[in-house]
């Protein structure tokens, strides 16, 4: 039997053309991984770092989800026009999302109950998950039809769409702890100056707002 395509079973299952959009998925599923595991240890007092982290996370997947709905499908319908009703449900899946992040956001304010976080974080983490895997069964099989240049193009014009704040988190949070090998095909489609201030300034500002679940307090 073959093994559907997912970014859950590694990068290996994938064409290498969509990568970087898989590598998105890797990182959302890591960071509710790392919220689970800082919710139990946070106090008052971290609320504030780990709702900065998490606003800078929010933020790219709330990018994320809107290029999605307003460049990438419209994109791939251009080429695979099978994939409307598709597209259709997974814009529905995403308002459920929505509400899982408000809840979190809701409880990482300031002078919110750190004894909340744990269960908007669990909510979040499952909701995500299924979100992803409902996704990546629809539109892989999709991203696989096409050329790695007809793909391309569609990325590139999500990419462009990204906001200043995403932008300049993005490299960093995308290569944080990826396989070497998908780092270095992305890389190799990112401008070369663009490329090296991700790996040295945003990269460090990445790591000081990450310190927010990583060491939490």
Known sequence: MSI?????HGLGSLPGHF???????????????????????????????????????????????RSEDDVLWPGLLARAPQFAAEARLLGEDHAVLDRAMEAVSAVLRPGGDPAAVEQAATRFDSVLRDHLKDEEAVS????????????LAVERKVIASAPLKV??????WMFDGADKRSVAQVAATIPPPVRVIGNTVLRRRYERTLTGVTRPS
Not at 26 to 39: Q, S
Not at 140 to 151: D, G, Q
Not at 167 to 172: D, E, H, I
């Open 19 to 65: 990568h970087g959009f898989a590598l998105m998925h890797i990182a959302m599923r890591r960071d509710a991984r790392r919220l689970l595991a800082a919710a139990p240890l946070l106090t008052r007092a971290g609320l504030g770092p780990a709702g900065a982290w998490w606003q800078q996370l929010r933020d790219i997947i709330d990018w994320h989800h």
């Open 140 to 151: 892989f099989p999709v991203f696989a039809r096409l050329s790695p240049e007809e793909y």
């Open 4 to 8: 559907p395509m997912s970014s859950e």
């Open 167 to 172: 932008m300049t988190a993005l490299q960093p």
